[in-house]
C-alpha cells in the first residue's frame, strides 16, 4: 500500500522560531511537493523537487525553504516563522515516467500554529 | 462550484440522491483534470481523472464531465451515501512537462444528511 508519512501531525511553535517539516514516501517516487492547505483558498504549491538535491519554486515559496537529499525524504523548512505561516502543510509524490497519470499520494498534513 | 473567496462552497445532498460538485478551471491550456476527495483530518485522495480528448469519464458510482467549451468540470456521485461527505477539489494541469503540476481549485464541501 503506498505511503507517504509526515513527521508530525500537529507543531505548536513561536515567531522565529525554525521549523522542520519531515516527508518520507515508500513508493519510489521520483517528483516530491509541499501545497500549504488554508480554508477557503484550497491548496497552494510552495516548493517541489523532480529528483535528489533538485527543486523547484512553486506559487508561494516566500519564507520557506526545502531540502531534498535522498529520494524517499522531502524536507519543509521555515528559517523564521511568523504567524502568518499557520497553516496545514500537505506533502504528495507522485511518480515521473511514462506511465504517470499525474496522480499526487498526499501524506495526512501537518498543521501548525505560530504563536 | 469552486469559490474565489474564503468561503467554502457547500452542497448539501440527502443520502440516496445525486451529488453534482462543478469546476471552472481557468488555462485553456489544461489537458488533464483530476478529482480529489478529502475527508476531514486527512489528506487528498485521488478519485477519477478525465483527459482532454474525451468529455466524459465513468468509475464506481462517480462520473466526471468534461465541457472544453466553457472550461468547465463535474464530478457526479450516485446514491451519495454519508461516507462521501468531504470537500472536494478539482485540479488541472498542462501535459508534456514531465512531472504534472496540478493547479488544484479551492474546494466543495459535501454535506450528506442521513
Known amino acids: 500500500d503506498v505511503k507517504v508519512t509526515q513527521s508530525s501531525r500537529y507543531l505548536v511553535k513561536r515567531t522565529g522560531e525554525k521549523v522542520f517539516l519531515e516527508c518520507v514516501q515508500d513508493?519510489?517516487?521520483?517528483?516530491m511537493f509541499w501545497y500549504r492547505q488554508d480554508p477557503g483558498l484550497g491548496l497552494r504549491l510552495i516548493y517541489f523537487s523532480y529528483d535528489v538535491k533538485m527543486k523547484e519554486k512553486g506559487d508561494i515559496p516566500e519564507g520557506y525553504s526545502v531540502s531534498r537529499e535522498k529520494k524517499e525524504r522531502f524536507s519543509l523548512i521555515l528559517e523564521s516563522a511568523s504567524t502568518n505561516q499557520t497553516s496545514m502543510y500537505l506533502c504528495?509524490?507522485?511518480?515521473?515516467?511514462?506511465?504517470?497519470?499525474?496522480?499526487?499520494?498526499f501524506g495526512e498534513g501537518s498543521r501548525l500554529t505560530v504563536l | 462550484g469552486e469559490s474565489v473567496g474564503l468561503h467554502l462552497p457547500t452542497l448539501s445532498v440527502q443520502e440516496g440522491d445525486n451529488s453534482i460538485i462543478n469546476c471552472a478551471y481557468s488555462n485553456s491550456a489544461s489537458d488533464y483534470f483530476i478529482w480529489y476527495k478529502q475527508e476531514s483530518g486527512k489528506g487528498p485522495q485521488f478519485i477519477i481523472d478525465?483527459?482532454?480528448?474525451?468529455d466524459k469519464r465513468q468509475g464506481q458510482r462517480v462520473t466526471v464531465l468534461l465541457n472544453k467549451t466553457v472550461k468547465h468540470l463535474s464530478l457526479q456521485i450516485a446514491a451519495t451515501q454519508p461516507g462521501d461527505s468531504a470537500v472536494y477539489f478539482c485540479a488541472e494541469t498542462r501535459s508534456g512537462a514531465g512531472s504534472y503540476q496540478l493547479t488544484f481549485g479551492k474546494g466543495t464541501k459535501l454535506s450528506v444528511i442521513p
Open positions: 513508493m519510489d517516487h521520483e517528483n
Open positions: 478525465i483527459r482532454s480528448n474525451m
Open positions: 504528495a509524490s507522485s511518480f515521473l515516467g511514462v506511465a504517470n497519470t499525474g496522480e499526487l499520494f
